[in-house]
């Protein structure tokens, strides 16, 4: 599966790094730029990949962790809200008329309540090896997949020619242009829906941040960003499925 997923993110990759190499000298005679030309192109199209990411999540996970604290500083006064309720329909004497003909044993239903987080409470912590077990597993086919997709990348051209001769060797020339043919229209259709996918979910982001910004909503830019990546789940889930935690949205 690491195998497969370096390819997938080769190719990924490769359309960025398609654009970056029309700008570092392309027509260069020079031998030590020649040399090191796939080499910085490489590396920069993962440093903009990597840059992009850390400013979403920088953007993204302080707000929550805020909005987060926010949620449990508001408890105690949720719960004097709710005592109050309870107070003026223990006082209200229709509403506990009704509350008594229900006939509701709440004894019962308390101890079925911490029967249900107890163990709850008990899955989780009995899965917790599971998961740290899951992450490092996650982790280690992201780093494989990582270093086979930059040897795809460093040696696409070489790589090209070998599976052109393997195909010479085992096909008729009739079905290796049917075959190329197929390949070429598939790398036209998905190199062209990933480039669209992108700038879709750019605009998408940009715009909700605006519209937030114009109404004075709180937490526009972290809100704008999480909008983007949404928008890219699609291509997530296809790249990553294996290495990281599947993300439902709504």
């Known amino acids: 599966m690491p195998l497969i997923l370096g390819a997938v993110l080769a190719y990924v990759l490769n359309i ?7 700008y570092f000298f392309p027509n260069t005679k020079i031998k030590i730029l020649q ?12 440093v903009i990949v990597t840059l992009v990411m850390v400013g ?3 953007l993204v996970l302080p707000q929550f962790f805020n909005a987060l604290a926010d949620f449990f500083k508001n408890i105690p006064s949720f719960f004097e809200g709710l005592s109050a ?3 003026k329909i223990n006082h209200n ?3 506990s008329d009704q509350l008594e003909s229900m006939n509701i044993d709440w004894s019962s239903v308390q101890s079925k309540v911490m029967k249900y987080l107890t163990s709850g409470m008990g899955g989780v912590f009995g899965s917790t090896f599971k998961i740290v077990t899951g992450i490092t597993k996650g982790f280690v ?13 460093a040696t696409k051209e070489k790589l090209g020619r070998q599976i052109k001769k393997l195909a010479h060797a085992y096909l008729k020339n009739e079905h290796i242009q049917k075959v ?20 879709e979910a750019i605009i998408l982001g940009s715009l909700c941040s605006l519209g937030m910004i114009i109404f004075r909503f709180p937490y526009a830019l972290s809100v704008g960003a999480f909008v983007s990546i949404t928008a890219l789940i699609p291509i997530l ?3 990553g499925w294996n290495c990281w935690i599947p993300v439902d949205c709504c």
């Open 85 to 87: 309720l309870l107070e």
């Open 141 to 153: 086919n992201f780093i494989l997949a990582l270093t086979f997709a930059i040897y795809i990348l």
């Open 16 to 22: 960025l790094c398609v654009k970056l190499e029309k």
């Open 56 to 58: 979403v999540f920088r």
């Open 180 to 199: 190329k043919y197929v390949v070429d229209i598939a790398d036209d259709m998905f190199s062209h829906f990933i480039a669209g996918q992108v700038t």
């Open 35 to 46: 040399k090191s030309r796939r080499a910085l192109v490489i590396l920069t199209t993962l």
């Open 237 to 239: 889930s296809m790249v």
């Open 93 to 95: 004497s229709v509403i």
